[in-house]
């Protein structure tokens, strides 16, 4: 997330377009400059579908090594990646690339599904060939207006990657608030773990600086600025109204575990694909009030 945006996946999952690629955040906008693909590649002989010397994987996505590489560790899905890349149709339409002198870097999970799983298998400075299919590209039925239908071949070159932080410890406390919590009028409980030095609260009006993590009740953890490496910096008014009411009972240096009832987050049907549903449970740092 850039420092100033407001995390929507506080608000809402976003999916953004950027240099043709689709990415996925599911916490946090992160808004990146949309760059039309100009460089006349041809697009490869194989394009239209995967040879058959190529591996498969169960979910449907193919690949060849194209320049192999001898490295011996692989990027996960929390690391940041910097990627060169080329996208055809399966018709041969390049749609976008990315050289090597202006590459593309993200964070792996913000990425395509079929990135997601075939970064994934690569090591630094390899090249590979994936055939997408259009379940973990972009639909048959693309909701962004420009994305590409159908099936999709990249050209992927691994240039390097950074190994995100480990991610922190699942809460013991997770699936529900203990009796020691305290809880407010609207149904979000919360515990401090830390006590900070801090006077000032933040009003619902506020700019906040926080490192913060949020799981699901069955543990699983959907975002997190720790494992990003970096805190985030928004407006308490543009994030779900559990951040809202709750990030104003904390001060500077305080640690918060709050759980927060799906109808002050997502929802407990969300609307948008990727969002978590029900109670979530956000561990919060407040490290300045802006």
């Known amino acids: ?16 377009p950027v240099n043709g690629v689709m990415f996925t955040n599911g916490s946090l906008v992160v808004v990146l400059v949309l760059a039309s693909a100009t460089a006349d590649l041809s697009a490869p002989p194989d394009g239209a579908a995967a040879p058959p010397d190529a591996t498969k994987t169960p979910s449907g996505l193919a690949w060849k090594v194209l320049k192999p ?22 018709d041969g339409k390049m749609f976008d690339s990315m050289p090597e002198s202006k590459p593309a870097e993200f964070v792996l999970k913000n990425s395509l599904k079929g990135w997601n799983e075939g970064v994934q298998l690569m090591v630094k400075g390899e090249k590979r060939r994936f055939w997408i299919p259009a379940a973990l590209a ?4 693309p909701r962004k207006p420009g994305m590409p239908a159908g099936p999709v071949v990249f050209d992927v070159e691994l ?7 480990a991610p922190p410890t699942v809460p013991e406390d997770v699936a529900a608030p203990p009796k020691s919590a305290k809880k407010t ?51 308490l008014r543009n994030v779900i109204a559990g951040w809202t009411e709750g990030v104003p009972l904390m001060v500077v240096g305080d640690r918060t575990r709050f759980w927060i009832p799906g109808k002050l987050a997502y929802g407990d049907q ?21």
């Open 138 to 141: 972009y639909g048959d039925k």
């Open 1 to 16: 997330m850039r420092a100033a945006a407001a995390p929507k996946s506080l608000t809402r999952p976003a999916h953004i």
């Open 185 to 235: 009028a609207s149904g979000i409980a919360y515990r401090v773990l830390e006590h900070g030095t801090g006077k000032e609260h933040p009003t619902a009006d506020s700019t906040v600086q926080v490192h913060y993590t949020g799981w699901t009740t069955d543990g699983k953890m959907f975002d997190s600025s720790v494992t990003r490496g970096a805190p985030a910096t928004f407006p």
């Open 270 to 290: 969300p609307t948008r694909p990727g969002a978590p549903a029900g109670m979530l449970v956000f561990e919060i740092q407040l490290l300045a009030i802006k």
């Open 69 to 90: 590489a001898h490295g011996g560790e692989h990027p996960g899905l929390n690391d940041r990646v910097k990627i060169a890349f080329t996208g055809w149709t399966a």
């Open 159 to 165: 240039l390097d990657f950074i190994k995100a932080p």
